[in-house]
């Protein structure tokens, strides 16, 4: 089992986000986007939003880009997708479109053309997919009107996905998978969440043990079967391809450690001179690997370059 604390996990999604965001949103306070973020100034380099929490980074499959999260008001009431190359440039918004509500954790379609995300909203949370471009959105599956949805991961064929869904009355999440107009349910157990395909169609999940704590254990999903085969071993959050990122915090920095699926650690990857980052994960290069800060290191998004050791700070806060 994994004993992995705080992370932005599920434990501060309710926490951060439906807790001290939706209760901003359910005052009444969200509004229609402005501009204020999204004029021309917006296609520049980081500074333009320093300041702002900025979480999930995402690595785009096919292309040397990475997609993430940022607080786009000074209340913190709302968040926005961004997309920006490596190094911090060609910086814009893509969920314009999408003019309320609170956006989280981006993921990349496999062709690298759309990207899905939650979007949490007065009745709940819905999973929304935006062309990269920003021209085109739409909304995914639901299973209740008022329930909590989010999105975690494309199927193989990029044309079904996978998402957890929890009801309004409290966090009992379970795994479904949804293609063509269809939802099927895949787990009843009521404390299932992120599941995840990975690059040669397995798929993972969590089975959360300890509530309180975030404990859970990553398992193998059988879709024929409906049954699982705890990996203990397996210890990173997010799947990457066929690999995750475990990390293992020391009294003033946190190492970082590629691990195959099956839980084995296969190298170091580098240290990073931060405790209690979140969302880590790594391109399918293998080249670089992302993470935010915590809230009191400001939320940034950071890229570990693992050949060099180089800390390359995509955003300043």
């Known amino acids: 089992m994994n004993k992995i604390k705080n992370k932005l996990t599920v434990i501060l999604v309710i926490s951060l986000m439906t807790i001290s965001c939706k209760q901003k949103i359910s005052s009444g306070q969200v509004e229609e986007q402005d501009g204020s973020i999204v004029d021309s100034t917006l296609v520049k380099k980081k500074e333009e939003k320093t300041g702002t929490p900025d979480l999930g980074p995402s690595f ?35 969920s314009t479109l999408d003019s309320i509500g609170f956006h989280t954790e981006p993921k990349w379609s496999r062709d690298g053309k759309k990207i899905a995300y939650t979007n949490f909203v007065d009745d709940g949370a819905k999973i929304m997919a935006v062309t990269t471009d920003g021209n085109s959105l ?137 405790k209690g980052i979140m969302f880590t994960t790594i391109d399918k290069d293998l080249k670089h690997v992302a993470y935010n800060t915590s809230f009191e290191e400001g939320a940034e998004i950071h890229l570990l370059e693992i050949s060099s050791g180089e800390i390359i700070k995509l955003t300043e806060n």
Do not use: C
Request: glycine share 10%.
């Open 60 to 94: 785009n499959p096919i292309g040397p880009e990475i997609a993430y999260y940022s607080y786009v008001d000074g209340a913190q009431n709302k968040a926005r997708i961004f997309i920006s190359d490596l190094d911090g440039g060609n910086l814009r918004e893509v």
């Open 138 to 274: 739409e909304e995914l599956a639901k299973v209740t009107e008022n329930g909590f949805h989010m999105f975690t991961s494309w199927d193989l064929s990029g044309e079904g996905y996978f998402f957890f869904h929890w009801p309004k009355e409290g966090f009992t999440p379970d795994a479904y998978y949804a293609k063509g107009g269809k939802v099927e349910r895949l787990t009843e157990n009521g404390r299932t969440n992120r599941p995840h395909m990975t690059e040669n169609g397995k798929l993972y999940v969590n089975r959360i043990d300890d509530l309180e704590n975030y404990v859970v254990t990553k398992q193998l999903f059988d879709l024929k079967t409906k049954s699982t085969l705890d990996i203990p071993k397996l210890e990173g959050e997010f799947i990457t391809g066929g690999h995750a990122i475990k990390s293992v915090e020391n009294e003033d920095s946190t190492t970082l450690f590629l691990e195959d699926l099956e839980g084995n650690d296969l190298k170091e990857l580098g240290i990073v001179p931060y």
